[in-house]
């Protein structure tokens, strides 16, 4: 009697084996250049933070984890801290759920609905420098139509961008008009809601507020779940938009920890002290990403 063939073993060239090594295959050189062009720079630069570097003879004396030491006892490096968790604070507070809203606002319009929604994507369009440069215009202590709005109704005019305690204000307060990509992601997710569930929960009088609160919140938890996370990680990570709006000034309170470790490279010439500042700040957004996930798990 004939042996039927072992289910582990796969002849080499069958279209079993075929189906097995070709997603492999696919996948090797995507997975070969993640590793060489993200993973391996996280390496290098923890590798390159127990070095004072040299980039004339690299790598340089050895210096354990001096730099990590180094920048614990530096003011400066605290401050960029405080001033980081600031505008993080204010990024939440000030712009995180306004899409969300403007995204269940247009799910309620028959009409319109996607002109408006063209609108939304527009200004996503426009080059980030060019956004600030027209905000720097708006923020001008001269004839900025900031401070024509403050005399109009009998305020006094600001220094704003020149103005400690103003400028993460004026860095965040653009994002208080929403729009972009983030009301399209809301917009398809409510109306990927089921609408047998829909039709079910107004029949039992869920309807208005109620149905917003207690059917498509719930149904869309998961979008707004992901869009805190990157809220949360693109703010820790903020540079581009502080530098170019006062370059990490007034006195330090526009300096985050993105313009710590870029002034650090770039200024002080201390690639120790940048990659260790760098490998900090991946710890730290990895253990709030981590506590994130944590309690959104525990909520399931």
């Given at each position: 009697?004939?042996?039927?063939?072992?289910?582990?073993?796969?002849?080499?060239?069958?279209?079993?084996?075929?189906?097995?090594?070709?997603?492999?295959?696919?996948?090797?050189?995507?997975?070969a250049f993640t590793i060489w062009l993200k993973y391996y720079p996280i390496v290098s630069a923890f590798v390159i933070s127990l070095f004072q570097y040299d980039p004339i003879n690299p790598p340089g004396k050895f210096v354990g984890l001096a730099n990590y030491v180094d920048i614990f006892h530096m003011q400066h490096y605290w401050s960029s801290w405080?001033?980081?968790?600031?505008?993080?604070?204010?990024?939440?507070?000030?712009?995180?759920?306004?899409?969300?809203?403007?995204?269940?606002?247009?799910n309620e319009l028959?009409?319109?609905?996607?002109?408006?929604?063209?609108?939304?994507?527009?200004?996503?369009?426009?080059?980030?420098?060019?956004?600030?440069?027209?905000?720097?215009w708006i923020w001008h202590p001269d004839y900025g139509v900031a401070n024509q709005i403050v005399k109009f109704f009998g305020g006094e005019p600001q220094t704003w961008l020149s103005d400690p305690n103003l400028v993460k204000f004026c860095i965040i307060f653009p994002g208080v008009l929403g729009g972009g990509l983030t009301v399209l992601l809301y917009l398809s997710a409510i109306q990927g809601v089921s609408t047998d569930i829909v039709e079910s929960a107004s029949l039992d009088g869920c309807t208005g507020f109620g149905r917003i609160i207690h059917i498509i919140l719930p149904n869309i938890s998961f979008m707004i779940f992901i869009q805190l996370i990157m809220c949360v990680i693109t703010t820790m990570q903020m540079l581009d938009v502080p530098y170019m709006y006062a370059s990490g000034g007034p006195s330090g309170a526009s300096t985050t920890q993105g313009i710590f470790i870029?002034?650090?490279?770039?200024?002080?010439?201390?690639?120790?002290?940048?990659?260790?500042?760098?490998?900090?700040?991946?710890?730290?957004?990895a253990a709030i990403t981590m506590v994130q996930m944590h309690f959104e798990k525990s909520e399931q």
């Open positions: 009697m004939k042996k039927s063939p072992k289910k582990g073993n796969v002849k080499v060239g069958s279209y079993q084996f075929r189906k097995k090594i070709a997603p492999w295959c696919i996948l090797f050189f995507p997975m405080k001033n980081t968790f600031i505008l993080l604070a204010l990024q939440l507070c000030m712009c995180f759920l306004i899409p969300l809203i403007q995204a269940l606002l247009l028959v009409r319109l609905q996607k002109c408006l929604t063209t609108l939304y994507i527009l200004p996503a369009l426009i080059p980030t420098s060019v956004n600030v440069i027209i905000w720097k870029y002034n650090a490279f770039n200024q002080d010439l201390n690639y120790g002290r940048g990659s260790a500042a760098s490998v900090i700040l991946l710890i730290v957004i």
